[in-house]
C-alpha cells in the first residue's frame, strides 16, 4: 500500500496510520482529536486554543462588569437611590428603620420647594446623611417659636431651612441654622418597607409659619 | 478626635475665627480681588467638588499644582485632643 507523507506536524507514531486510509488522516490531522493523538506538536495547539477561548470569556465578562457598573453608577448619581433611615426626627412620616426611595432629578434640576422631605449630607460631618423637611427656601422667613418668644430668620441666598417631623427630637436647623442647597442629595418620594406603610410621604404634621418672599408683609 | 484650627482673617466679621468641624477656610490668593470664606464664612467638606492639581491650558503655563500656603497666612492655632 503507498504510504501518503503527511503534511508538516501531523506526523504519528503508530504505523497503522502509514495504511494510507484519507479519512483517518484527515481526522487526525484536526485539533479536535487531542486525546487519541500521540503528538505533542497537535496538542500544544489545541491547549493554546483553548487558552484562547478561556481569555476571551474572561474578557467579555470583565466588560459585562463594567458596562454594569457604569450603568448602576449613572442610575445612582442621576435617578435615584434606596435609603435606610435610623432616628427619631422624622416621626410619625418616617420611623427607624424604614426604607425609602430618593430621586436625585429636582435636586439637578434645582426644583427642591417647600414641604419636601430631603436627604442631606451632614453640614459638619461629610460622611453622614440626614433626613429633613424642607420648611424654608432662599428668602423666606422662618419663625423660630421658643418657650417665651419668637424670633424670625430669613433664609439667605442659596440654602434651605430644614426641620424634622418630630420638633421635639431633632436637631436640625433651628440648632445649626439653614444648610446650603449643594448639600442636598435627593428628594424622598417613596417609602418602600414596611409594606403596610408603603406609598407616598404625607404632607408637614406640624403648623409651620413660613412667610414666602413673593408673600406680602 | 477633635481637631480644630483658628484662622486670622482679611475683611471678615470677626477677626479671628474658629473653623467648625467639617468645613473649610477657603481663600484666593490674590486676597483684596477675591470672593472667598472672608466674604462668606468657613464653607462646608460636603460642597467640595475637587482639587486642582495641574494647570493645562495654556501649554506655556504647564505645571503641577503644588500645595503651599501663603507665607503669614497659616493657622494660629490648630489643636488636637
Known amino acids: 500500500m503507498p504510504h501518503l507523507p503527511l503534511p508538516s506536524a501531523a506526523q504519528c507514531s503508530t504505523s497503522e496510520v502509514g495504511s494510507g486510509h484519507w479519512l483517518l488522516r484527515l481526522l487526525l490531522q484536526t485539533p ?11 496538542s500544544d495547539k489545541g491547549l493554546v486554543k483553548m487558552f484562547r477561548g478561556l481569555l476571551g470569556k474572561t474578557l467579555g465578562f ?20 434606596f435609603v435606610v433611615c435610623s432616628g427619631p426626627s422624622m416621626e410619625p412620616t418616617i420611623v427607624s428603620n424604614d426604607i425609602v426611595f430618593s430621586e436625585r432629578m429636582s435636586r439637578h434640576l434645582y426644583k427642591i420647594q417647600k414641604g419636601d422631605i430631603v436627604i442631606a449630607k451632614s453640614q459638619f460631618d461629610p460622611t453622614m446623611n440626614i433626613c429633613k423637611r424642607v420648611i424654608g427656601v432662599e428668602g423666606d422667613k422662618v419663625s423660630n417659636h ?6 424670625h430668620t430669613y433664609v439667605p441666598k442659596g440654602h434651605v431651612w430644614l426641620e424634622g ?12 441654622g439653614p444648610i446650603p442647597y449643594g448639600l442636598i442629595r435627593g428628594r424622598v418620594c417613596l417609602k418602600l418597607w414596611p409594606p403596610h406603610t408603603f406609598g407616598t410621604l404625607g404632607e408637614n404634621p406640624n403648623k409651620q409659619i413660613v412667610k414666602s418672599s413673593i408673600d406680602s408683609d | 478626635m477633635l481637631v ?11 477677626r479671628f475665627v474658629r473653623v467648625p468641624d467639617g468645613h473649610f ?12 470664606s472672608n466674604s462668606f464664612g468657613p464653607v462646608s467638606v460636603g460642597l467640595l467638588h475637587g482639587r486642582a492639581s495641574h494647570i493645562i491650558w495654556p501649554p506655556h503655563r504647564w505645571q ?18
Open chain 1, 165 to 176: 417631623d418630630n420638633l421635639k427630637n431633632s436637631t436640625d436647623s433651628r440648632n445649626y
Open chain 1, 32 to 42: 479536535f482529536h487531542l486525546g487519541s493523538l500521540g503528538t505533542s506538536e497537535i
Open chain 2, 25 to 36: 477656610w477657603i481663600e484666593g490668593d490674590h486676597h483684596g480681588h477675591s470672593l472667598d
Open chain 2, 64 to 81: 503641577k499644582i503644588r500645595p503651599a500656603l501663603p507665607p503669614n497666612r497659616g493657622p494660629l492655632e490648630t489643636s488636637e485632643d
Open chain 2, 4 to 14: 480644630y484650627h483658628v484662622a486670622r482673617t482679611l475683611g471678615y466679621k470677626n
Open chain 1, 62 to 81: 470583565i466588560g459585562y462588569t463594567v458596562q454594569y457598573g457604569c450603568i448602576a453608577h449613572c442610575a445612582f448619581e442621576y435617578i435615584g437611590e
Open chain 1, 146 to 151: 421658643s418657650d417665651l418668644f419668637t424670633s
